[in-house]
């Protein structure tokens, strides 16, 4: 077993930037920069660890169409797996992400081949090759959000470990699509705001103890600009300043701070420093337009660690 088997989000980001207010119907508004790339939680997770040299294996659906064709094209010349892929007839799912000067973005979904996924999508075979299964996204997965427990218990029966992130639920629902996934998380990993959706709670603290109580492991919360707070399961915590870039556009920063933090796992780093390995990963994320081109290879994160790199 190596590697990481990355389940979910697998979509297509028609990127735009900078975004300065929407156009009046009839209107056009200019904009910098626009660019096709791949996307979803689980794609920029993958990318992101490939990158850094940790075997990435992909799990989703795609449609048989042109943007099915691009994301099958680009993964594999990132050397991501995409043996998992499953092609079906419905449209590969797509974001059109406007990314606002401050480089935060908003997005309009549709949630296309990704939404007709399903656990029964999921060959054994191939995704329990790998040291960790994470599933991303949990919350704009269609009706796969109400199977990821069960995928968890799978994968911790075949003897992986498992992580989970979630993404912000449209249909106000996601406390109820973690609760059941936690007696099944070695790490759970969302954001703040995801964090306090779910718990109605404010403080990290409080908020991991809240999900460690009903069965999580190690919980991991990104705080954005202020890095990431972690507690692990024996009550071990820790607050992980971020690092300071110009941001350009944050998208994919959580994706890749996920990716970070599980590459530090896997190379045996304490708690504390995978969670500087994932800092470093997002912050890298987010100096360019998109969830991928700013990722460094391994060695040029750490030398970015260290403070020895550009």
């Not at 079906?88 to 996924?117: I, K, N, Q, W, Y």
């Amino acid at each position: 077993m190596d590697g990481v088997t990355c389940v979910g989000g697998t979509l297509a980001d028609i990127l735009a930037r900078p975004l300065k207010g929407m156009p009046a119907p009839g209107r056009i508004e200019f904009v910098d920069e626009m660019k096709l790339a791949p996307g979803g939680c689980a794609v920029n997770a993958a990318s992101a660890l490939s990158r850094l040299g940790i075997t990435a294996r992909l799990v989703g659906r795609i449609g048989r169409d042109g943007l099915g064709d691009f994301l099958l094209r680009t993964l594999v010349g990132r050397g991501v797996d995409v043996a998992g892929l499953t092609p079906t007839d419905t449209g590969t799912s797509a974001s059109m992400v406007f990314v606002l000067p401050d480089g935060e973005r908003c997005l309009l979904h549709s949630l296309g081949a990704m939404g007709t996924f399903d656990s029964t999508d999921i060959d054994w075979s191939l995704a329990a090759r790998s040291q960790v299964l994470f599933v991303a996204q949990l919350g704009l997965l269609g009706g796969f959000d109400w199977s990821v427990a069960s995928v968890l218990r799978t994968a911790r029966d075949s003897g992986m470990l498992t992580a989970l992130d979630t993404v912000w639920d449209p249909t106000g629902r996601l406390a109820e699509k973690v609760a059941p996934c936690l007696p099944f998380l070695d790490y759970f990993l969302p954001s703040y705001d995801e964090a306090r959706a779910i718990t109605g709670l404010t403080e990290p603290g409080a908020m991991a103890r809240s999900f460690q109580d009903r069965g999580a492991g190690t919980v991991g919360i990104k705080l954005g600009e202020d890095g990431c707070y972690l507690r692990g399961p024996h009550g071990d915590e820790i607050t992980v300043p971020a690092f300071h870039v110009a941001a350009v556009d944050a998208t994919g920063a959580g994706d890749a701070w996920c990716a970070g933090f599980i590459a530090g796992v896997l190379s045996g780093r304490d708690l504390a420093q995978a969670g500087r390995l994932g800092n470093a990963v997002a912050a890298s994320c987010v100096t360019a337009l998109g969830a991928y081109d700013g990722i460094r290879p391994m060695a040029e994160t750490l030398a970015m660690i260290t403070g020895t790199g550009g």
